[in-house]
């Protein structure tokens, strides 16, 4: 156990770091799947290593493990009927179905219905199966229409549309019998007590779609009881309150609002605009926290007022609540990058968990037997579950801090030396003496550096040429251990818009001493801000181990002065060429 | 009658005069009348060896094959403070890269220039090639002041094949009966010598060695250090380390102290490689090369402020010891003292150290140090003994330095231009360069400038820093997040980049 302030509140029960468990906290449940009193894990396994999967597991074994069709997007165990024993059912959100599992066996799927479908589309597939219009047409056709309608286009035209021009033909004589059909998938899903608040109640199941619906599902017939609308696509939802009462669904979009329905409208009441992307998304009693991409936390009322924010460490990387109705406890668990879960009831910090690698999903429930179980899965597909101490008592630390710690840290400033006191006592008194001799030396130095610049200009000896017409920059890289070495030039025009041509490189070197593949070479037309690396291979003939300068020379077509110049000191070849 | 000296004394005389060519003639003309003369052969091995000679402790640089395929090292990712190829395991305060510049490798710049310092170890192979390997094109900066005090014999391996006698070798090796010279211990030391030097031949060489000690029933220490180095030549550290305790255990000689601790460096063996010139101090306390040894190691592994103590150490024995004044003086310049550090440099200059790095040297503390009279006169008397093409760069470069200290900014930017004129790979002048023109709103020229610094020394952080606030300016957050973390690699602590990096996040979380 870790010595961190926190940590010795937890049991460590039990901690498999190749559970291969790749899964995110809305695709983890706690349900007693056996009437028999103990509580399951049940996970939807997105897969990574091997497929899709629904887990089981009980105590520190996988009890049961069943392939998926698709991609779980989410998964809720809920109470569909009156039946005794008192068996939870497990619905499985992936693609536009619901699969639902009674006893870990598939039981019902319910497919959403399918979207309105765009009428002109419909009517251009028409005249394709009757052999009226080509693919060609067909393809401009779609294109206008995506780009007009506000009927957006099915998968399937826009499958077409994404296709080569060879691989047209066969798709549309494989599809083109069937009708066209737009169907949209479940982004999220959620459960709401039917009509009472007992812990096996009845629930109806909700459901967020990427066309921007809520749907809630009667758990019996599977029929839709409502629908509403929101302006976005739901990423995360929490839901409390019974159907037929009074309830509340709040959402978080990935416009980066969230938007609050009630029973009563089809539309959302409350609209809570976030300043970053919502991660994650918990609701503590009457309010609601939500963990953001900009590394805070932030909780707001019911009806959108903020109430606090806090800054944290690192990004979010999940939430789960933490509730404790026995001990009235309630608190929000919010897993961090920089591997560690942190404890927050309201804005304090109660207590920090370490893990081993950064945490993907998170729960907190019974399992087993034990109430208060912590469930956490690692990125790397690891599995960790600790217990809270019967004796765990969280104290809520006080909020207000002293001043920083650094305010306290010395800095390491050197003392002024005896020789510093002297030196400046020697400035006072022939400061004007000083500043005699260092303007004088200052104008000498200001002509020698002019007369050396205007040398170097005249004969263009740097390796950037800062004329208006070819602002022009060079440097070189040479390679390779000898004899044989890669040279490359790396020439670039500096110019804000204008190209510039009809340039060449040539070198200059010690013909007894290198050999260059080819001295004289053309370059292309420069584009602006990039570079253009022009390379060549140049062989030491020498084996005396004594290396020399190349010189190169960028030159402007029709005129012998050259633009730039760079000189390149070449290594000593270390290699020996075999006789 | 003329009297002629005898022409063996007259080569013995020559020899101890260093006249060593004189010396070799003679003993050639008196192996021609006589060609088993035993003494004025030997004579001729030791002047024909002493030509070519070169402190064996001192001239080490690893090759590039040494360096990437590098089979001894152990633990790919040692513990902080225990390796010195881990860059940046600094443990006692020393300066950041914003104060000091530091190397390729990450480590502050050292005030003298030695074999290890120039480029350390790259870290990929690109980059490895990409280096410049001769000892004048990699870039120490300015610092550089004894370089030529001590490297005064360079050609390290190659000269062996020019120096030969025109008509024949001397001594032909794939003749020689070894096994015969082996038992003649007047002879067979300077042959020893001459085939190890001259010949540059370590596998003959290594043939000798094990015979004679064979021949000296393994009890003589001398033979076992040259078979240590036949075999550190041969990258057998792990024998050579043997030869070298075994020839410590016959009898302690400082110099064997060093070449051990030169396997352990090259082994990466810091600590051991500190705790035995420690023991070698016990033998020999206050032996200058020992503590210089110490100083170096302390200064690789980035703790500059007991390489500091040992470098005042060796001052407090040997008060003219180049290198000890140097690095310290380097550091009191990086550590905010210039004025002390000009101490130290006219203490070198006192002693006749007389060349273009320290008079640069000096003229950049008596600038820190506000003594202005004697600031750019001394960057004069730097121009006029330039050497070479990097040095007059180096100077222009700072005098660059002191124009954006007085303000004088067009003076600065011809004097960039012109550092680049003489250095076409002066990363840190195209750096200020790109800062110039910013000032100038020439952003185009900027940004390729400081790309180019950039791709010329990746170590240096500055050049990601500036690039990543342009593109900030211009408002290309992506490139300006990239560049930033290309800068948070180089210097992990600069709080700018950190502030940077945390105002990008920032801009990419908000909606």
């Known amino acids: 156990m870790e010595a961190c302030p926190g940590g010795g509140q937890w049991l460590d029960a039990h901690y498999d770091p190749v559970a291969c468990v790749n899964t995110f906290s809305s695709c983890v449940a706690l349900a007693d799947l056996s009437g028999d009193g103990e509580n399951r894990l049940v996970v939807g396994d997105v897969g990574g290593s091997g497929g899709m999967k629904l887990k089981v597991f009980g105590g520190t074994a996988l009890l049961s493990d069943s392939s998926l069709l698709d991609l779980p997007a989410g998964l809720a165990a809920f109470f569909m009927d009156l039946h005794e024993p008192r068996i939870p059912a497990v619905a499985v959100a992936s693609g536009p179905s619901v699969y639902v599992y009674k006893n870990l066996r598939p039981y019902f799927k319910f497919t959403l219905p399918g979207s309105e479908v765009n009428v002109l589309e419909q009517d251009v597939w028409q005249q394709v199966r009757e052999g009226h219009i080509d693919h060609v047409t067909l393809k401009e056709m779609l294109e206008s229409i995506r780009k007009q309608a506000d009927v957006p286009l099915s998968v399937r035209s826009l499958h077409f549309l994404s296709l080569d021009a060879a691989a047209t033909d066969e798709f549309v004589q494989l599809h083109k019998q069937q009708p066209i059909r737009r169907q949209t998938v479940i982004t999220c899903i959620a459960t709401l007590k039917?009509?009472?608040?007992?812990?096996?109640?009845?629930?109806?199941?909700?459901?967020?779609?990427?066309?921007?619906?809520?749907?809630?599902?009667?758990?019996?017939?599977?029929?839709?009881?409502?629908k509403m609308s929101l302006p976005d696509a739901p990423s995360m939802m929490d839901v409390t309150g019974q159907f037929d009462v009074e309830f509340r669904i709040t959402v978080a979009c990935r416009n980066g609002n969230i938007y609050i329905l009630r029973r009563d409208s089809d539309k959302p009441k409350y609209c809570i605009e976030l300043s970053a992307h919502p991660v994650g998304l918990v609701r503590v009693g009457k309010n609601v926290v939500v963990g953001c991409m900009d590394e805070s936390l932030q909780a707001f009322t019911q009806k959108g007022k903020k109430l606090w924010s806090v800054v944290l460490p690192a990004p979010v990387t999940t939430m789960a609540s933490m509730d404790l109705p026995t001990r009235g406890f309630q608190a929000v668990l919010v897993g961090l990058a920089n591997c560690e879960v942190h404890l927050y009831r309201d804005k304090n910090l109660l207590s920090t968990i370490k893990t081993p690698d950064a945490i993907s999903s998170i729960c907190f429930g019974r399992y087993g037997r034990e109430d208060g179980t912590l469930i956490m899965t690692t990125k790397s597909g690891g599995l960790i579950v600790k217990i809270l101490k019967r004796t765990a008592a969280f104290e809520d630390r006080d909020g207000a801090h002293g001043p920083p710690p650094a305010q306290s840290i010395r800095l390491n400033v050197p003392k002024k030396t005896k020789l510093y006191v002297d030196q400046t006592l020697r400035e006072r008194d022939c400061g004007a003496a000083m500043h005699r001799a260092f303007q004088m030396d200052l104008s000498r130095l200001r002509l020698a550096a002019t007369k050396a610049y205007v040398k170097a200009l005249e004969s263009s000896l740097t390796p950037m040429s800062s004329s208006l017409t070819e602002p022009l920059k060079m440097n070189a890289v040479v390679q390779g251990l000898g004899p044989s070495f890669k040279l490359t030039l790396n020439v670039q025009n500096t110019a804000a818009c204008r190209p510039v041509m009809n340039l060449a490189i040539s070198f200059l070197y010690d013909e007894s001493l290198y050999r260059m593949r080819n001295p004289y070479m053309r370059i292309p037309l420069l584009v602006p801000g990039l570079v253009y690396p022009v390379e060549t291979f140049v062989e030491c003939t020498s084996d005396k181990g004594i290396s020399d300068i190349i010189k190169v020379f960028v030159l402007h077509e029709g005129r012998s002065v050259p633009l730039l110049t760079a000189h390149i000191n070449m290594p000593v070849s270390e290699g020996v060429t075999l006789n | 009658m003329e009297v002629t000296m005898d022409p063996l004394f007259l080569a013995w005389s020559y020899f101890r005069r260093r006249k060593l060519q004189q010396?070799?003639?003679?003993?050639?003309?008196?192996?021609?009348?006589?060609?088993?003369?035993?003494?004025?052969?030997?004579?001729?091995t030791r002047a024909l060896t002493e030509m070519v000679y070169i402190d064996e402790v001192e001239v080490d640089q690893e090759g590039i094959a040494e360096m990437m395929l590098d089979e001894s090292s152990i633990a790919q990712v040692a513990r902080p403070g225990t390796s010195l190829r881990l860059p940046g395991t600094s443990q006692g305060g020393g300066p950041t890269p914003a104060v000091r510049p530091v190397t390729q490798s990450g480590r502050p710049i050292t005030g003298f220039v030695r074999p290890s310092t120039q480029s350390g170890r790259p870290g990929t192979m690109e980059q490895a090639i990409k280096t410049p390997r001769t000892a004048s094109t990699a870039r120490p900066v300015t610092s550089a002041s004894g370089r030529f005090i001590r490297l005064g014999t360079v050609s390290v391996h190659e000269s062996a094949s020019m120096l030969t006698n025109p008509d024949g070798p001397f001594i032909n090796l794939s003749?020689?009966?070894?096994?015969?010279?082996?038992?003649?211990?007047?002879?067979?030391?300077?042959?020893?010598?001459?085939?190890?030097?001259?010949?540059?031949?370590?596998?003959?060489?290594?043939?000798?060695?094990?015979?004679?000690?064979?021949?000296?029933?393994?009890?003589?220490?001398?033979?076992?250090?040259?078979?240590?180095?036949?075999?550190?030549?041969?990258?057998?550290?792990?024998?050579?380390?043997?030869?070298?305790?075994?020839?410590?255990?016959?009898?302690?000689?400082?110099d064997t102290y060093l070449y051990l601790a030169k396997v352990y460096q090259r082994l990466d063996q810091p600590i051991t490689a500190l705790s035995l010139f420690k023991q070698g101090l016990d033998q020999f306390p206050g032996e200058v090369t020992l503590l210089t040894g110490?100083?170096?190691?302390?200064?690789?592994m980035n703790n500059i402020a007991s390489a500091t103590e040992?470098?005042?150490?060796?001052?407090?024995?040997?008060n003219t010891h180049v290198e000890a004044i140097a690095c310290i003086g380097s550091n009191h310049f990086y550590t905010d003292q210039p004025e002390i550090a000009l101490r130290f440099y006219r203490r070198l200059l006192q002693m006749g150290v007389y060349n273009c790095q320290l008079y640069n040297n000096l003229g950049l503390c008596c600038?820190?140090?506000?003594?202005?009279?004697?600031?750019?006169?001394?960057?004069e008397r730097a121009m006029a003994l330039v050497s070479s093409d990097e040095e007059q760069a180096d100077v222009w470069y700072n005098i660059g330095q002191v124009a954006v200290g007085i303000g004088d900014l067009a003076l600065a930017y011809q004097c960039f231009k012109l550092a680049l004129a003489f250095n076409n790979d002066h990363a840190e002048a195209y750096n200020n360069l790109a800062v110039l023109e910013l000032r100038k709103g020439r952003i185009e020229q900027s940004k390729a400038f400081l790309q180019t610094a950039a791709s010329l020394a990746p170590h240096m952080y500055e050049p990601h820093f500036n690039l990543s606030i342009l593109y900030e300016k211009i408002g290309d957050l992506q490139n300006s997040y990239t560049a930033a973390q290309k800068s948070e690699d180089a210097f992990p602590e600069h709080v700018d980049t950190q502030q940077l990096l945390k105002q990008l996040r920032q801009h990419f979380a908000v909606l």
């Open chain 2, 310 to 318: 040992y470098y005042k150490d060796v001052l407090k024995q040997d």
């Open chain 1, 194 to 226: 039917k009509s009472t608040a007992d812990e096996d109640g009845v629930s109806c199941l909700v459901i967020g779609t990427e066309s921007s619906d809520v749907y809630i599902l009667d758990p019996e017939a599977f029929i839709i009881l409502s």
């Open chain 2, 175 to 254: 003749r020689l009966n070894l096994a015969k010279y082996s038992q003649k211990p007047s002879l067979s030391r300077t042959l020893f010598e001459f085939i190890f030097h001259h010949e540059n031949d370590v596998k003959n060489a290594l043939d000798l060695a094990a015979q004679a000690t064979e021949h000296a029933q393994f009890k003589d220490w001398w033979w076992k250090v040259q078979l240590g180095k036949c075999y550190y030549r041969l990258g057998l550290y792990r024998e050579a380390e043997k030869q070298f305790r075994s020839a410590l255990n016959h009898q302690a000689v400082v």
């Open chain 2, 367 to 379: 600038f820190y140090a506000q003594q202005y009279d004697m600031t750019l006169s001394s960057f």
């Open chain 2, 294 to 300: 110490i100083a170096r190691i302390h200064e690789e």
């Open chain 2, 23 to 44: 010396c070799s003639d003679i003993c050639t003309k008196i192996l021609q009348d006589n060609p088993y003369d035993q003494a004025a052969w030997s004579l001729k």
